[in-house]
């Protein structure tokens, strides 16, 4: 590919044009040759037939017939052919040819002038030549690309500004342009009649600026401290949406969690393919596990009685008759009791012997260990 000089890519070419500028270099053409087509009112088909003309040798006499913006290519082609055709002559005569008078060659040109003029007013009637001179323009709102979301509706010709307003003049927009493909797009306008036309790019950029929607199932939690506290963070999340890309929940990405701190923020966050983000913050409590603490249970029962009020003791009680009976048993923990079942071992050895109480017994630590019956 050619390097194009600075001032061409200043000057505003489309692709097209700047193409047909590059052909020039490519066909041996110099800087002012490519000079007399390289004109911004010159359409890349009108580049095209002046390129080909200077490349066939045309003198400027021969190029200044049809090298206008007002002339469309296809009479533009049309002079090119018939002055081409003119031309063709045996080598030896060209020759020949340009050893005579310079003044047979101004004649020639004047002959293939009027042939030219004459053919266009045979070919073209009044309408056609108004047509062919006829003034064509389109302009947009703006020069810049146009930004638009993805997903939303797009109508182009809401980006014109003006155009030439013709009954012969027809204005044709360029296909529908799909807002769910990402990325740069180049919409082609163009204005023509029945002679000529013009055409005009606009650059359009769909985008999409709008974040993922990141849920949780819930924003706050408490858990319990022990010796090997774990705490999942994907276990919480409950959603991660994209417009663009859809489900974005494997995506999501968590913020370490320590186990020493007893208040902390866990932050979830996700990013789409285009670089929006969303945040979501799960406030987290550790706290100790509770110990529960069993009930100081001191119970007494007292003696039964018979209707006369006299104590009535079990018959295998000892005792009974005035002796006394010393109650001095232990439920251990250590031996297989719990904290239930030491209990009821207790009351159901007391109710043997009338009065008795069933003690909880502590260590030094104040931890529970069993109970001591006693009366």
Wanted: hydrophobic residues 30%; charged residues 30%; contains cysteine.
């Amino acid at each position: 590919m050619i390097e194009l000089p600075k001032k061409y890519l200043e000057q505003g070419f489309s692709t097209f044009q700047k193409k047909e500028i590059e052909l020039g270099f490519q066909h041996g053409l110099d800087e002012e040759q490519v000079d007399r087509y390289a004109k911004i009112e010159f359409d890349n088909l009108q580049m095209k037939q002046i390129r080909l003309a200077i490349e066939d040798g045309f003198s400027d006499v021969q190029l200044s017939t049809f090298s206008r913006s007002e002339i469309d290519w296809e009479m533009m082609e049309h002079a090119r052919e018939n002055i081409k055709n003119g031309n063709v002559i045996d080598e030896t005569k060209i020759a020949d040819l340009r050893r005579k008078n310079l003044k047979i060659v101004f004649i020639i040109t004047g002959i293939l002038i009027v042939l030219l003029l004459g053919g266009m007013a045979f070919f073209f009637s009044k309408d056609s030549l108004q047509q062919l001179f006829q003034k064509l323009e389109l302009s947009f709102i703006t020069e810049k690309p146009i930004e638009i979301e993805y997903g939303s509706g797009f109508n182009p010709q809401d980006y014109i500004k003006s155009y030439t307003k013709d009954k012969n003049v027809e204005l044709v927009l360029p296909n529908a342009l799909d807002t769910t493909a990402l990325g740069k797009h180049t919409l082609t306008f163009t204005l023509k009649n029945k002679k000529k036309s013009i055409s005009k790019e606009l650059e359009v950029d769909v985008v999409d600026k709008e974040s993922p929607v990141l849920k949780l199932k819930q924003y706050s939690l408490t858990l319990e401290r022990g010796i090997n506290t774990t705490f999942s963070c994907k276990t919480y999340i409950q959603s991660a949406n994209d417009n663009v890309d859809g489900d974005l929940t494997k995506k999501v990405e968590c913020s370490k969690f320590d186990s020493n701190k007893n208040q902390q923020e866990i932050q979830y966050s996700v990013k789409d393919s285009s670089g929006n983000s969303s945040k979501e913050i799960l406030k987290l409590t550790l706290k100790e596990k509770e110990v529960v603490k069993p009930e100081e249970k001191i119970v007494y029962i007292k003696t039964p009685t018979n209707a006369k009020g006299h104590p009535i003791y079990p018959k295998n009680a000892k005792g009974v008759g005035g002796t006394d009976i010393t109650l001095n048993k232990y439920f251990m923990f250590k031996d297989g009791y719990t904290l239930d079942s030491g209990y009821k071992a207790c009351v159901l050895e007391g109710s043997k012997y009338g009065a008795y109480t069933c003690s909880p017994l502590k260590d030094k630590d104040g931890i529970y260990t069993g109970y001591h019956l006693t009366n």
